[in-house]
């Protein structure tokens, strides 16, 4: 290791223009992994539900953050996780990267955790 790497991260799931309910037609993916289980197998031309996507791919941005490596396999070993985070943080990232679309957090959700977690360990002010 000369020291000198960078981690680049990039092409995350097909950017959508949703209506107010988080639907719209999926015409095209990004790469799998970027891109929620729940619209992974789904015709093209047909309308989804994107709410869950936004929480996915953060989930899968912080792993690869934390982990300064991609997220290879949909089958999310939690214990791959070897940052040295509070507890809390491995516990926000396993609710982002639930599989089940329907347990997996949103994005607001997400959000608020994130926060409390920012103002109770690294917040100084």
């Known amino acids: 290791s000369s020291g000198n790497e960078r981690l680049v ?9 949703c209506d107010a309910s988080h639907k719209a037609v999926l015409s ?10 729940e619209l992974r197998n789904v015709a093209n031309n047909t309308m989804v539900d994107f709410s869950k996507q936004y929480s996915w791919e953060l989930g899968t ?3 690869e953050l934390c982990q300064t490596e991609p997220l290879f396999s949909t089958e999310i070993d939690h214990g791959l996780i070897t940052s040295t985070f509070p507890d809390v943080f491995h516990e926000i ?9 329907e347990a997996r957090w949103d994005i607001e959700g997400a959000t608020e955790m994130l926060k409390t ?3 109770d360990n690294f917040d100084q002010h």
């Open 9 to 17: 991260i990039s092409d995350f799931g097909e950017a959508q223009e």
């Open 117 to 119: 977690l920012w103002e």
């Open 28 to 37: 095209k993916r990004g790469n799998r992994i970027h891109t929620a289980p």
């Open 93 to 101: 990232l396993f609710q982002l990267l639930t599989e089940n679309a």
């Open 61 to 63: 941005l912080l792993f």
